[in-house]
């Protein structure tokens, strides 16, 4: 549920690491200490329970698809905390921390509870919370495992804000210093995370809870106790600590409601730096304080406490922004430099969308197929650049695909256009997605569900796969009937339009005939605002004249056809949006009569260089392209050999000064030749949407697209993986 429409969780995490700052600040101190109190002490402690939540609401999301491994999770913070162990080890050792008589405890507590720097007590408390949260998960039911978590919180609330009230019971003080002995706060990951993590969870599994309005009221009214409720409490010097407060936990409710309610598409950019603010910052408050030394302008930098603020914060901003800009930059020269990849060209898709738009007749809406991670180009980001140029429809295979896309932020109308397990069916409803309905007695089985089911109906007129047969007039009616089916629309699916053969066309247009007898039927009962859809890619390109509500545009959208031979009506200019593209990775001279590869399949003529490129079968070339070619320097190479898992060779005996390292293109243009993927298919024996649909998952997509100046710019979007959490989320 990673990298997704949640702009404004993403814009808080930054508002979040300058409220940190501020807490190690005090920036209004020298103005007015009341002031201080209630923007650091109070105000200021959303941040670090937001953090959590944030980190809750995407872990249960993982955890409730099955798909979450806290092994990997506590690995990925563990070497963010071993990097920040070592950023402050310098200040460690000239702060004289790791002497004493008890150093190896004290170092112990620290690593394990405490952090071995004030702020990095997060990075344990996250380890430790999210192995307190997964525990209560897996041994309760969720309302008790919130039970259990509320009270390891109020447990931690009297050792922290109200520790006061608790030091004057004997009890308690004997309790409270047992667990002091191990730790110095009970601000840590098996008091204070739990809950918040919890907290996020309910946001996962429910994400729509109020309006903004009502968000907004509470919110204010809560943080209006929490104030009362701080002052309160400093007034009587009750706090050991103030981390914990009571109302703090309505308060963030309500502040992660708000935030919910802004959508918009996702800043990976500002996680990562309001990551990296949040570890650097005590670096830069040392800086600052350093530097005002040396220029003698502490009365300037540091005893003014905003100024101060200022320079900490704006030099913690502008080292992180550098940093990233670093990683960033990184990233984007090593785009090309890994053994194989695709190149994904988002001018090109937007190109073919907008020419296979134009004959679709008047009100006729595109739903672009995005299944088989859309057709090998990447369904989370192939999805929302047509949402960026107006596609709200999408279809998809699986309630699994359908889950990625709405997880990542894709609006309007998602269509399952398989079967999807009836005890599955709560997911499509929580999701959001459209489910397909494939005959008369699924019906019944969702409708048995109990809660209303978006669903289009799959009609059967002759393909003989999915669908209630359009002869079955009776069931299909019934259908209607269900009160808990919510019916947005019919379509059936044409299963010879790829074909001008006089038979296949008559076929088709009977196929056409009998949606249509279904659907005038149901408008003659009174059904008739039904979103209908017949075309699929080659049903656009060969019966552009069909109008419907939806055109369902899969291969045709990735520039494509299914076979090179493949005649159309329509005559449109589709650009081929991918290509394929491996290195060399060692060149060799053979004699006459060598063999290469498995099976000594290819026995060497004549004196040949040849060289191995980094790709094979499991990359989804297929084995059996033995006369296939590929494109070195803008010239056609000879595939030589039987192609391996990972590898296959080439003949590069006529092409001068070939090097390790340089780059060969499977499918694709270079110079003025071209490989196209219909032509690899046809050599496969196979059609194309077989060829891009079976493309490795470790083949790297790099997507490029055209600038002002009509050149290629190429920029990477990672993959994004809802089951994956990045360390952005955690910080």
């Known amino acids: 549920m990673k990298d997704k429409a949640y702009k404004g969780i993403d814009y808080f995490r930054f508002i979040a690491a300058i409220l940190v700052i501020a807490i190690h600040t005090f920036p209004l101190l020298s103005v007015n200490t009341g002031a201080d109190l209630i923007l650091t002490r109070i105000i200021g402690r959303v941040a670090v329970p937001f953090f959590f939540m944030t980190t809750g609401f995407f872990v249960f999301s993982s955890y409730d ?23 402050y080890l310098p200040l460690n050792l000239y702060a004289g921390h790791f002497s004493g008589k008890y150093v190896g405890a004290s170092i112990l507590r620290n690593i394990f509870f405490n952090g071995t720097f004030y702020h990095l007590w997060y990075f344990p408390a996250i380890i430790i919370g999210a192995g307190v949260f997964l525990l209560l998960l897996k041994h309760c039911k969720i309302h008790t495992a919130i039970i259990v978590a509320l009270l390891l919180y109020l447990i931690g609330v009297f050792g922290d804000s109200y520790y006061g009230i608790a030091n004057e019971i004997p009890l308690l003080r004997s309790f409270y210093d047992i667990l002091f002995f191990f730790f110095d706060y009970t601000r840590n990951g098996l008091f204070f995370s739990p809950i918040y993590l919890f907290l996020g969870a309910l946001f996962s599994k429910t994400p729509q809870r109020h ?158 197929v995005v299944k088989a991670d859309a057709y090998g180009h990447g369904d989370l980001q192939i999805a929302y650049e047509l949402q960026k140029m107006g596609a709200n429809a999408f279809a998809v295979a699986s309630l699994e695909e359908g889950i990625r896309l709405r997880k990542s932020g894709i609006k309007g109308c998602i269509l399952i256009l398989g079967y999807t397990y009836p005890e599955e069916v709560g997911r499509v409803v929580k999701y959001d997605l459209t489910q397909t309905v494939v005959d008369y007695h699924y019906a019944t089985v969702l409708n048995q569900y109990g809660k209303k089911v978006r669903v289009h109906i799959k009609i059967d007129t002759g393909m003989n796969r999915l669908g209630e047969n359009f002869r079955h007039i009776d069931e299909i009616t019934k259908i209607f009937q269900l009160r808990n089916l919510a019916i947005e629309g019919a379509y059936t699916h044409l299963c010879v339009a790829d074909s001008q053969m006089k038979k296949d066309a008559v076929f088709t247009r009977q196929q056409v005939e009998n949606f249509y007898k279904v659907v005038d039927h149901l408008k003659g009962l009174g059904y008739s605002s039904l979103k209908l859809h017949i075309q699929s890619s080659y049903g656009v390109l060969n019966y552009p004249e069909i109008s419907c509500d939806y055109a369902r545009l899969g291969i045709a959208l990735y520039g494509l056809l299914s076979n090179e031979r493949d005649e159309t009506k329509a005559k449109v200019k589709l650009r081929p949006v991918l290509s394929i593209k491996a290195r060399i990775s060692i060149i060799k001279t053979l004699e006459a009569s060598e063999t290469i590869g498995y099976g000594r399949q290819f026995v060497v003529n004549a004196p040949m260089k040849i060289a191995t490129v980094t790709l094979g079968y499991a990359d989804g070339i297929p084995r059996n392209l033995t006369c296939g070619h590929v494109l070195l320097r803008g010239i056609k190479v000879p595939i030589i050999g039987r192609i391996c898992m990972d590898q296959l060779t080439i003949d590069v005996t006529n092409i001068p000064n070939v090097e390790q390292g340089d780059i060969i293109t499977i499918i694709g243009e270079e110079g003025k030749e071209k490989i196209t993927a219909e032509e ?52």
Not at 77 to 85: E, F, G, T, W
Not at 214 to 228: A, D, E, H, P, R
């Open 65 to 87: 698809e099955g798909s979450f491994s806290y092994k990997n999770f506590s690995l990925k913070i563990a070497k963010l905390y071993s990097v920040s162990i070592l950023l």
């Open 211 to 368: 309006s903004f309005k009502t968000s907004m009221v509470g919110l204010l009214l809560s943080l209006s106790v929490l104030i009362v409720e701080g002052l309160l409490l400093h007034h009587f010097s009750a706090p050991r600590h103030d981390s914990m407060y009571i109302a703090l936990l309505p308060s963030m409710y309500f502040l992660f409601q708000m935030l919910l309610l802004w959508k918009g598409r996702s800043q990976k950019s500002l996680r990562r730096i309001a990551m990296l603010i949040y570890v650097i910052h005590p670096w830069c408050i040392v800086l600052i304080r350093g530097f005002a030394r040396l220029t003698k302008t502490e009365a300037f930098f540091v005893e003014n406490s905003i100024l101060h603020f200022i320079g900490v914060a704006f030099l913690s901003v502008f080292i992180s922004i550098i940093v990233n800009f670093i990683w960033n930059k990184e990233k984007k020269s090593s785009d090309q430099k890994g053994r194989a990849w695709l190149e994904i060209d988002l001018s090109n898709l937007k190109h073919n969308f907008l020419q296979l738009k134009e004959l679709l007749p008047k009100g006729c809406q595109v739903m672009a």
């Open 680 to 731: 690899v298919a046809g050599q496969a024996v196979t059609i194309t949407n077989e060829l891009v649909s079976r493309l490795g998952s470790r083949l790297e997509k790099i997507y490029v697209e055209k600038t002002s100046s009509n050149k290629l710019e190429h920029r990477r979007i990672e993959e994004k993986k809802p089951s994956i959490l990045h360390l952005e989320s955690y910080t």
